[in-house]
């Protein structure tokens, strides 16, 4: 784990394969971390130079206290690859990871080779996703972070992946359980406040991938991303919310045939 600091805040970063020509930058979702992607870093890292960055408050970065919005979770993945002298990279997100990725699309596109939307969605939320964001910011205020990820989690996987595999779903609430508290709060907020962002990648020419879960319970399918650009690519993947843990070689294929091509 490596770490820089950006305006008294360490921001933490995972970097593999640095000997390769071409980088994949990968954000995790909401109360997740870099190790979201531990089953698909190293088989990238083969091929591609990978960063995997821990969002503020989240992992191992830290958090000052301080209202953000998700184009202040971008500038700190611009400064990081500034630091890093990285000028034109591939980015994926992942859920919250997405709202990130889809900002930075806006703010930097002269950054990007191509990006994409791994469970997630350029919509904003609806009025009765706002209201769930508040409950959820009250939950943590009134019980904690520990039982606000008990009851997210097992709502990120498919019915049978979870029946299947306890050890997976008991790795993600343990990652949960190490996000600041106030940070999941402010992240919350930030997420109730993002715009409609469908516009960013009709407007522009830059490859875009979406990968839609089988079995999502959080981001249906007619509510991912509105578009009928030649440039973008949909692909399904045998999952729920975690495709990256439910189905780690399915998604390796999705991504390096999308950068192959």
């Not at 189905?247 to 950068?259: C, H, T, V």
Request: glycine share 8%.
């Amino acid at each position: 784990m490596e770490i820089v600091t950006i305006d008294n805040r360490e921001l933490a970063y995972v970097e593999k394969g640095k000997s390769h020509a071409n980088t994949v930058v990968l954000i995790h979702g909401f109360c997740g971390s870099s190790d979201y992607w531990k089953k698909i870093i190293e088989p990238l890292s083969h091929t591609y130079h990978i960063i995997a960055v821990d969002l503020r408050g989240h992992g191992r970065s830290t958090f000052d206290g301080a209202a953000f919005e998700m184009e202040d979770l971008a500038r700190d993945v611009k400064v990081l690859l500034d630091r890093l002298g990285l000028h034109s990279v591939y980015l994926f997100g992942h859920s919250l990871g997405g709202y990130v990725t889809l900002a930075f699309a806006e703010l930097f596109p002269e950054s990007l080779k191509g990006y994409g939307l791994i469970h997630s969605t350029a919509y904003p939320d609806s009025d009765e996703g706002k209201a769930g964001r508040l409950k959820a910011i009250e939950k943590i205020q009134d019980l904690g972070i520990q039982a606000f990820i008990d009851g997210l989690i097992p709502n990120l996987f498919a019915d049978n992946y979870m029946a299947a595999n306890p050890a997976d779903v008991e790795d993600v609430k343990e990652i949960g359980y190490n996000t600041d508290p106030l940070a999941a709060m402010e992240t919350l907020a930030a997420m109730r406040k993002r715009p409609d962002r469908n516009t960013v990648i009709d407007n522009q020419e830059i490859p875009f991938l979406l990968v839609q879960g089988q079995f999502d319970k959080i981001v249906p399918k007619d509510r991912a991303v509105n578009s009928s650009a030649p440039f973008v690519v949909v692909k399904d993947i045998d999952a729920g919310h975690m495709g990256m843990i439910e189905n780690p070689d399915g998604l390796l294929s999705i991504l390096a045939e999308f950068m192959e091509s």
